[in-house]
T-cell receptor, first 110, second 113 residues
Framework: QKEVEQNSGPLSVPEGAIASLNCTYSDRGSQSFFWYRQYSGKSPELIMS????GDKEDGRFTAQLNKASQYVSLLIRDSQPSDSATYLCAVKEGYSTLTFGKGTMLLVSP | DAGVIQSPRHEVTEMGQEVTLRCKPI?????LFWYRQTMMRGLELLIY????????DSGMPEDRFSAKMPNASFSTLKIQPSEPRDSAVYFCASSAGGGGTQYFGPGTRLLVL
């Protein structure tokens, strides 16, 4: 049974701070890693994908992957109230299906 | 493109009734996924199709659930008979290729009384 674990939160940060979201996974064969953002009452939308160990930056978002530790994280710099949402971590092995974590709720206060 | 389209957006029904959820994937996408999301279990894959053929239905909870994809632009998820524990948000997603980004529809919020 593939498992993806996330702290449910909420993670509360002030506006302008760095938000750090973490995820661990059980399947060592996982090759692709994704972060989805889901606003309340809306559908998930992909914001980052990462496939290799290290960091990947896209604007204010940085995804970090450590396959040896089976750990993936998402950093959001200069957090904005509009970043308040639930962030879902998802992993995939090869061309198999995505396995999602239950998500971490992020609250950014003005 | 209009994105993935789902209908209805909200459904309230009574236990024992048949429920049919509908999905139109993004044109040109050859993979279609049905998910269910609850607070307790998170986002779970129910079934997925490739080129209209069901590939993996191991996530379908019971025989009360069935899914079809009669053509590349339409899929249904049917629950018969429905039970209160089926109450959840059901998402349809599609992708171009198995490794492609999955794009989610707006979801159908189902409440079974």
């Amino acid at each position: 049974q593939k498992e993806v674990e996330q702290n449910s939160g909420p993670l509360s940060v002030p506006e302008g701070a760095i938000a750090s979201l973490n995820c661990t996974y059980s399947d060592r064969g996982s090759q692709s890693f994704f972060w989805y953002r889901q606003y309340s009452g809306k559908s998930p939308e992909l914001i980052m994908s990462i496939y290799s160990n290290g960091d990947k930056e896209d604007g204010r978002f940085t995804a970090q992957l450590n396959k040896a530790s089976q750990y993936v994280s998402l950093l959001i710099r200069d957090s904005q109230p509009s970043d308040s949402a639930t962030y879902l971590c998802a992993v995939k092995e090869g061309y198999s299906t995505l396995t999602f974590g239950k998500g971490t709720m992020l609250l950014v206060s003005p | 493109d209009a994105g993935v389209i789902q209908s209805p957006r909200h459904e309230v029904t009574e236990m024992g009734q048949e429920v049919t959820l509908r999905c139109k994937p993004i044109s040109g996408h050859d993979y279609l996924f049905w998910y269910r999301q609850t607070m307790m279990r998170g986002l779970e894959l129910l079934i997925y199709f490739n080129n209209n053929v069901p590939i993996d239905d191991s996530g379908m909870p019971e025989d009360r659930f069935s899914a079809k994809m009669p053509n590349a632009s339409f899929s249904t998820l049917k629950i018969q008979p429905s039970e209160p524990r089926d109450s959840a948000v059901y998402f349809c997603a599609s992708s171009a290729g198995g490794g492609g980004t999955q794009y989610f529809g707006p979801g159908t919020r189902l409440l079974v009384l």
